[in-house]
C-alpha cells in the first residue's frame, strides 16, 4: 500500500563540500567520492555517500521534518541497539553548519526493505522471517515505561495519553474535526466513523498491554531483511522519531496492513514467534490492532500536506476495518 505513497516535500540538496563539512566530526579530512539519495523515506533527508578513504557507505540523515524529534531518535536507537538490530549512530548533533537542521551520521545498511522483498520468498523463507519479526518486536516491547505518552529527547514520558476508548475518540475529534481531516470525507462517512468508535472503541479498554517502547511506523518501508545464509532475519529497524510508550497493539497494526498482514500464514507465525519469546498479546488480537490501527489513518487525514494516494488508502482502509467490525 505504502509503496504508491509520495513525498510531500522534496528532500534537501547538498552539495559534496557541504557533506564533507557534515561529517567532520566523525570523519576528519575526509573526502566525498559519491552522494546520492537513499531510497524509501518521506519526510527527513538520507543521503547515502561514499567516502574516498572508507570502503563501506555511510548515510547522513537529516531531519528536517520535526526538529524536535531528532535526539529522541538518537537515545532510543542508543538505549536498544544492543538489543535490536539498528544502525550504529557515529554522531549526532542538534546543530548544523550547513543548513541549521539536527543531523546524524549513521552505519549505511545494505540490506532490502522488506516491503520489496516478502513477494519473492517462499513459504519457508517467510516462515523463518516471520520468527525473526516476532523476536524483534519482543525485543522493542521489552523497554517499559511507567505510563502510556509521548517521549521527550530524554525517553521521559512527557505528555500522558490515553490509549482506550477515551483515547480513541478523543484522538478521533483532533484529527477529524479540530485538525480537520473531515474535509477528506463526506459527512455520512464521518458520522460513521464516529459512531462506530464510540460503539467498538471500549474493546480497547479490555486489553492494554503494559506502557512499552512502540516504534508507531513498524512498517515494511522501515524493517531491512537479509538472506543470512540459514534464511531470511531482520537486519535493521530504522526511523524512530515516531516512537512513545503505548502498546504493542499498535506495532503489530502497522506491520499486518495489507499487502503483509494478507500473506497466509504470516500473522500467525509473528505472533507466535512474540509470545515464544516472551511477548504478550490479547486472545482477539487481530481484531484488535485493526481497531488501534485507525489512530493512524486519522493522523493520515489530518496532515496538511496529505497526498491524494494517502487520502484514498485512509479512506479504504477505515471503511474495511468498520466492515470487519459490522460484519462479524
Known sequence: ????????????????????????????????????????????????VMLYDRKTPVMVRIFTRDASQAEKEFRINSSI???????????????????????????????????????????????????????????????????T????????????????????????????VEKNGKEHLSEEFTNRIFGFVREYGPLLDEWKGSPCLTHSD???SNILVNDVGQGWEVAAVLDWEFAFSGSPLFDFGNLLRPPLGSVD????????????????????WRR?????????????LSRPNATTEVIADAKSVIADTINLFEQA
Open 1 to 48: 500500500m505504502r509503496e504508491k505513497w509520495t513525498r510531500a516535500d522534496q528532500p534537501l540538496t547538498l552539495s559534496n563540500s557541504e557533506i564533507e563539512l557534515l561529517l567532520q566530526p566523525a570523519f576528519p579530512r575526509t573526502r566525498v567520492l559519491h552522494a546520492q539519495p537513499a531510497l524509501g523515506g518521506l519526510a527527513n533527508t538520507n543521503i547515502r
Open 81 to 147: 541497539h544492543d538489543v535490536v538490530p539498528t544502525p550504529e549512530f557515529y554522531h549526532f548533533s542538534s546543530e548544523n553548519p550547513v543548513n541549521g537542521h539536527p543531523y546524524a551520521i549513521m552505519q549505511w545498511m545494505d540490506a532490502p526493505r522488506l516491503e520489496l522483498v516478502y513477494q519473492k520468498l517462499t513459504p519457508a523463507e517467510l516462515a523463518q522471517l516471520a520468527k525473526s519479526l516476532g523476536k524483534v518486536m519482543q525485543g522493542i516491547h521489552h523497554y517499559k515505561f511507567p505510563m
Open 218 to 220: 513498524f512498517g515494511g
Open 149 to 176: 505518552g509521548m517521549l521527550d529527547n530524554k525517553l521521559k514520558v512527557s505528555e500522558p495519553i490515553q490509549i482506550g476508548a477515551a483515547g480513541m475518540l478523543a484522538f478521533a475529534q483532533e484529527c477529524l
Open 288 to 300: 484488535l490492532i485493526r481497531l488501534v490501527d485507525l489512530s493512524a489513518w486519522f493522523d493520515f
Open 265 to 284: 500464514g504470516f500473522a500467525e507465525a509473528i505472533a507466535n514467534s512474540y509470545r515464544e519469546t516472551g511477548g504478550e498479546l490479547p486472545d482477539d
